[in-house]
């Protein structure tokens, strides 16, 4: 099946180079059937791209180690649900996940502007094409997924343990998903600029899938950062790791283009600016995949170094000065039609927050690449940490939330200063309790930062219901309807509107979670011995007792060893038992001996996390096994050529003692309040973004439209 | 020799699918099609842009006078894409708006 999985890809290529082909001679020339062929090979494109994912997962579900990738990335050992899921731990298999979610999100975005945008669409076909052929010249010609090896290994090398996390699993497709989906509206943005076609028609027909791959990427981000969190085993969900950044900085530009084209599509204005955003956000993606697995910077996420970088380089270098040059050339055409017309209305404020959240991307750009930078300039490499980070980002996130609190205030065009004042004062009197209340009436006040962050997320979510109170009463004013009745009839009018909202209501409720662990979180670490205890966040815990498992992975992981810790943890009348573990997963070869490579392979932190609303209690062992070399060594010596049952039972053997006479222990206990808030706020973000892209229903668009066009009517007649 | 087969039984179903469109000739028949789909898009548009404006003047965000200014700015607009619309089916845009116009008067909401 191997080679039919690989003449996909190879037609897969032909399909994205005729399409490519067709689409450029379609538009050039004027005729449709070679635009309409092109859209076609898409379709073929996809079901190629379906049919050799299909062939490499079948390869992964029943351990088939004659496929290269297979040996490497999975083992009969491996559970089922990270079997399916390890394609994209490899990098062949995420290159070809890339293509497919390309080849499915551009087909259907052709499909639904077969009948529009005659002008645009062949040249954005084009674009798409090429982005998916580089994806699938990388695998058909230098990484192949369907490599097969001469003699295959009885057994695989397994799945790299610390991506056996349901987390881990969801978030690559997530964020690659978010990343492809950029590159629709960034195709779009092409065609209207070879064709100079850069009204707001391309913005309306893309604006859904870069609203989704916005989603996507969010939820992604979100994921990434729970992994972190409760499989990396330092307890905190962001480092400021390259490769977490990567993923961030196309977030950030992809917020400011959601935001400005609502300006180009009411007032005609920013075009250059939108063109300009799309193709930074593309290119960060592009970035953003290639730095996950190019090695070039040292990363807790990067696995393995890439044999593509190069490669990778030029598509990008291309991509950067193709779009540079395409956006100089039709600055011309880029021009607003519209001035702004007062600087307190809602353009000018979506304006600022552009402004602020490309510092932030560029800020985050500088910070990650300046290892780089500083090589290229001075000869050694040298890092930024984190609190170079926090130190500039604290400050433009506080500005960026007063930004989501102010902007759904004020109308477009205009509002006057009195205006403003009117429905500033109820969300400034909720901020200004909020402070009063938290520099008086707790200790707060030795994190100033925090409470500037809890007064601006107080006054969004004042602001927030603010909107809703005041629509809903609006329209019970037009309508006469009940309120519970007005508010979903407002919400659901008007989703574009309150879908962001709900957005701005999430990112509030996530920093409330990110400025609370920041800035008051508690971490000890801590060496015990079973019977010793320690205070932390207010609870009282106790190192009750030791444990050792055998072929009893609770997590589900497939690790066939396990030891950790029972503890004990009381505050008050509350009490909780607390059972951290760490994974020790078997080496590859026998050079570590028979029995020694179940203790001497990779080991993964499993921490026990007690979530709560007011704060997390997070704690993470790491035993020592020292002690138990001796006996491991012994049952070398005397056991190598035992059967898989003898090791069974020496490894439970070995266990038992840890277990009857266990050394202190490394513990780390951190006390972690609001943390909570970050994961309710992700949430709260990707169902409003999803609120928001919701198309609305046929029916109340047409009477919508009948409506209008009434009112028209009457004008007109009228006239 | 399996990758060889199969590369040209995928070449022959691509062909077949991806050709056929050249092979039957343009039948585009429909060349206004398109920029009725555009300009349906930018229509709708323009209709959520009086909608947000008329909640916005409910919510008290704009002033009467700021309302009326936008409004019949954004009512031109829309009056212009109505033109251009019906004139692509030869309508004028008073015989079509005013069709509509009669058309709800007689309490059919659905159409337009």
């Keep these: 099946m191997s080679g039919i999985g690989a003449a996909c890809l190879f037609v897969g290529l032909l399909c994205a180079a005729y399409a490519a082909i067709s689409g450029v001679y379609g538009g050039l020339s004027g005729r449709r059937q070679f635009v309409v062929s092109a859209r076609r090979a898409f379709y073929c494109l996809a079901a190629l791209l379906i049919g050799a994912t299909a ?61 529009s945008l005659r002008a645009i669409t062949p040249y954005a076909t084009a674009v798409l094409a090429v982005v998916a052929g580089f994806f699938l010249l990388l695998t058909v010609v230098w990484v192949s997924p369907f490599d097969q090896l001469v003699q295959p290994p009885v057994e695989g090398s397994g799945l790299n343990p610390l991506l056996r996390h349901p987390a881990m699993m969801i978030h690559p497709p997530m964020l ?62 962001w480092a400021w790791d390259p490769v977490e950044n990567a993923s961030l900085m196309p977030w ?15 007032r005609g204005m920013l075009k250059a600016w939108n063109v300009s955003l799309i193709c930074m956000t593309f290119i960060l993606s592009l970035m953003g995949t290639f730095l996950v697995r190019s090695g070039i910077l040292e990363s807790i996420h990067a696995f393995g170094a890439s044999t593509i970088g190069t490669q990778f380089l030029i598509f990008i ?65 040298a890092s930024v940490g984190p609190p170079w980070f926090e130190r500039l980002v604290t400050p433009l996130a506080l500005v960026l939330v007063a930004l989501t609190a102010v902007g759904p205030m004020v109308a477009w065009r205009r509002v006057t200063p009195a205006g403003l004042r009117k429905v500033l004062v109820i969300p400034v009197a ?41 629509g809903a009463s609006a329209r019970r004013v037009m309508t006469g309807e009940a309120w519970p009745r007005a508010l979903s009839s407002l919400i659901g009018r008007n989703r574009r509107r309150y879908g962001g909202y709900a957005a701005h209501a999430g990112l509030a409720v996530l920093m409330l979670g990110v400025a609370g662990s920041s800035a008051f979180a508690e971490q000890q670490d801590l060496r015990l011995a079973v019977g ?30 396990s030891f950790g810790a029972q503890l004990t943890a009381r505050r008050g009348d509350e009490f909780r038992t607390l059972r951290p573990s760490r994974n020790y997963y078997p080496a590859a070869g026998m050079e570590e001996g028979a029995i020694g490579r179940y203790f001497e392979g990779e080991a993964t932190s499993e921490v026990d996390v007690r979530w709560g609303l007011g704060g997390d209690l997070w704690t993470a062992v790491r035993p020592d096994i020292s002690s138990l070399r001796g006996s491991i060594e012994e049952a070398d010596r005397k056991f190598a050529e035992s059967d898989g049952d003898v090791r069974g039972l020496i490894i439970t053997a070995i266990a038992e003692q840890y277990r009857r006479s266990p050394p202190p222990a490394s513990f780390r206990a951190i006390s972690s309040p609001l943390v909570s808030w970050i994961w309710i706020g992700g949430g709260i ?25 009434a009112r028209l009517g009457r004008d007109l007649t009228g006239a | 020799m399996e990758y060889a087969l199969a590369v040209i039984v995928f070449v022959a179903l691509v062909a077949l699918v991806v050709l056929r469109p050249l092979v039957a000739g343009n039948q585009d028949q429909a060349a206004t099609q398109a920029r ?77």
């Design chain 1, 55 to 115: 062939i490499l997962q079948a390869a992964f579900l029943r351990s088939d180690f004659g496929y290269r990738l297979v040996a490497e990335g999975s083992s009969t050992d491996t559970p089922t649900f990270y079997k399916v899921t390890a394609m994209w731990a490899t990098q062949e298999g995420s290159l070809l996940l890339w293509a497919l979610l390309l080849s499915i999100f551009s087909s259907a975005v052709l499909f639904l502007t077969r009948d």
């Design chain 1, 176 to 237: 690659y998903t978010g990343y492809v989906g950029f590159a629709i509206p960034f195709a779009f943005a092409v065609g209207a600029l070879v064709t100079r076609s850069v009204g707001a028609d391309w913005i309306r027909a893309t604006r859904r899938f870069a609203l989704i791959a916005w989603t996507f990427l969010a939820a992604g981000i979100m994921l990434g950062a729970l992994w972190s969190y409760t499989e990396l085993g330092w307890g905190g969900y």
């Design chain 1, 252 to 266: 950030l530009t992809g917020t400011a283009f959601l935001h400005s084209i609502m300006v180009q599509e009411k």
């Design chain 1, 317 to 381: 270098a291309i991509v950067v000065l193709g779009s540079v040059a395409l956006v100089v050339w039709r600055l011309p055409d880029l021009r607003s039609t519209a001035r702004l017309d007062s600087l307190l209305s809602r353009e000018a404020f979506f304006l600022l927050n552009n402004l602020v959240l490309l510092a932030l991307a560029l800020v985050i750009f500088w910070g990650t690449f300046f290892p780089l930078i500083s090589e290229a300039v001075t000869g050694t490499e």
């Design chain 1, 430 to 470: 909720v901020a200004a309790v909020t402070a009063g209340a938290l520099l008086l009436g707790s200790d707060a006040g030795s994190s100033l930062t925090a409470v500037a962050m809890f007064c601006l997320v107080a006054f969004v979510l004042a602001v927030v219901t603010q909107e809703l109170w005041r």
């Design chain 1, 532 to 561: 010793d205890s320690f205070r932390s966040g207010g609870w009282e815990i106790t190192y009750d007792r030791p444990i050792a498992r055998v072929g009893d992975d609770r997590a589900g992981t497939g690790a066939p060893i």
């Design chain 1, 685 to 709: 973000l990707v169902l409003g973004a999803l609120l928001a892209a919701w198309p609305a229903p046929q029916a109340r668009m047409r009477r919508a439209r009948s409506l209008y066009r």
């Design chain 2, 36 to 112: 009725r789909a555009d300009l349906e898009a930018a229509k709708e548009s323009k209709y959520r842009e009086i909608r947000d404006a008329e909640l916005d003047l409910g919510m008290g965000k704009l002033s009467r006078a700021d309302h009326r200014a936008i409004d019949s700015e954004l009512r031109a607009e829309a009056i212009e894409i109505l033109r251009e619309l019906d004139g692509l089916d030869g309508l004028s845009a008073e015989a079509a708006a005013g069709r509509d116009h009669a058309r709800r008067a007689h309490g059919d909401e659905s159409a337009g």
